[in-house]
């Protein structure tokens, strides 16, 4: 059987590497071995926001990178579009393996089901409900012309049954991302966060932690960071509400980062002494941050999961989430604060006296990379 599966984004190394992982296993074993290429689409380009995750995850160099770098989500679409059906009519797999929900997914899934190639959905049945989150499209329209659709919980495999997926289709393997946690866990105990501050730390910035609390903050979503009268607010809530009781540690994401210099916030946050201002930060050094953090600031899906699962109270500054199971109300670490400073005040004010309370949601057990393989290889058409 002869299998392409698809990165293109720094959220998507860390589902795909368990996934290469228990193919790699399975060709040890099997009589009949698995022909698997890896394809980059090369969305993410950065040594920091991909290379540093390949080497950190273990994950093998991508047999074919389409190079498709920035763009506007049409560009970045249509070019993937373009590359990968070359590659597609050059390779002809039985399967395409797409994971999450960023454009390479989208792209990806549409140019092998324009080819008759079968589409296996890893994180598929997620829905925020919110059509104007470029993630939604991609999660729709992925899982409508997908063939197997592997969820992460049972609420997705609700949402699927709803918009009329056959049951047959849908398989609940668990989260593919909590494996490379379980994995990589004792490895990032072992980081000193001084040392990561230290290495990561942006010019202009000198700032160690000792043995108190701190927050962490990553922010990305354009609908956070690309308007002036959103993003202000957020960073004067930052500065001066959160760093009166604790250091800020922020990793900042090259999007953020851009419109923090445009909006003429970056003097101000750099001269600021509890502001710890770092590049994107490789998978272990965010790992140990979140296990030692006070409390998470943050509008990443990824995060909020893996907050879940370290006990590690989640701001997350959004209206919505397509992954439920993460807050509150499902027993999860995370609260909905949309961008609304005081319902973000309130929640952070109520954290500060919040304890960690660890949630595993049910098979996000390490095992779900083997989960989706087999579900792949027991597949039956219809
Ligand atoms: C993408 C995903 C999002 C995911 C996020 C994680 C989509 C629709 N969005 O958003 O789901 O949560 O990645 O990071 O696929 N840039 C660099 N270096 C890089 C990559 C990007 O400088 O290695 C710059 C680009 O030039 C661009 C900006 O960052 O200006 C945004 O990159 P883009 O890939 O368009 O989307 P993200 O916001 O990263």
Avoid at 197 to 226: M, W
Wanted: aromatic fraction near 6%; proline fraction near 5%.
């Amino acid at each position: 059987m002869k299998i392409i599966s698809v990165v293109g984004a720094r959220p998507n190394f860390m589902k795909i590497a368990p996934f290469i992982k228990a193919i790699k296993d399975h060709n040890l074993q099997a009589s009949e071995t698995i022909d698997h290429i890896l394809v980059h689409t090369g969305q993410h380009y950065d040594d920091r926001m991909s290379t540093a995750f390949f080497e950190a995850l273990e994950i093998p160099p991508a047999d074919i990178n389409l190079e498709i770098g920035s763009g506007s989500h049409a560009e970045q679409v249509g070019n993937t579009m373009i590359a990968f059906e070359k590659v597609l009519l050059e390779e002809m797999p039985e399967w395409v393996v797409v994971v999450g929900d960023v454009n390479a997914t989208l792209a990806c899934s549409v140019a092998a089901k324009k080819l008759h190639i079968k589409v296996c959905h890893i994180e598929a049945g997620l829905r925020s409900g919110d059509i104007k989150m470029p993630e939604e499209v991609n999660r729709l329209v992925t899982d409508r012309l997908s063939d197997l659709l592997l969820t992460p919980d049972r609420i997705s495999i609700e949402n699927l049954k709803q918009e009329g997926t056959s049951p047959e289709r849908i398989s609940f393997v668990g989260n593919i991302m909590i494996d490379t946690l379980e994995t990589h866990r004792e490895r990032a105990a072992a980081y000193s966060i001084n040392e990561i501050i230290e290495n990561n730390q942006l010019e202009g910035f000198k700032r160690e932690v000792g043995n108190e609390d701190y927050a962490v903050v990553t922010l990305h979503r354009p609908s956070n960071v690309d308007e002036k009268e959103i993003l202000i607010p957020i960073v004067n809530f930052l500065l001066e509400e959160v760093t009166t009781e604790m250091p800020i540690l922020w990793p900042v994401h090259p999007r953020t980062r851009k419109n923090l210099e445009d909006f003429g916030l970056w003097e101000k946050i750099s001269e600021h002494p509890e502001m710890i201002m770092l590049h994107p930060l490789g998978y272990h050094e965010m790992l140990r941050l979140n296990m030692e953090a006070k409390i998470m600031i943050t509008d990443s899906g990824g995060l909020q999961e893996e907050c879940t699962i370290l006990g590690t109270p989640c701001l997350t500054l959004r209206w919505n989430t397509e992954r439920p199971i993460t807050l509150k109300e499902h027993g999860g670490a995370s609260v909905l604060v949309g961008n609304h400073i005081q319902k973000i005040r309130e929640e952070y004010l109520k954290t500060l006296t919040s304890e960690k309370k660890v949630v595993v949601p049910e098979l996000w057990d390490g095992k779900t990379a083997q989960r989706c393989l087999d579900a792949i290889l027991n597949f039956q058409s219809e």
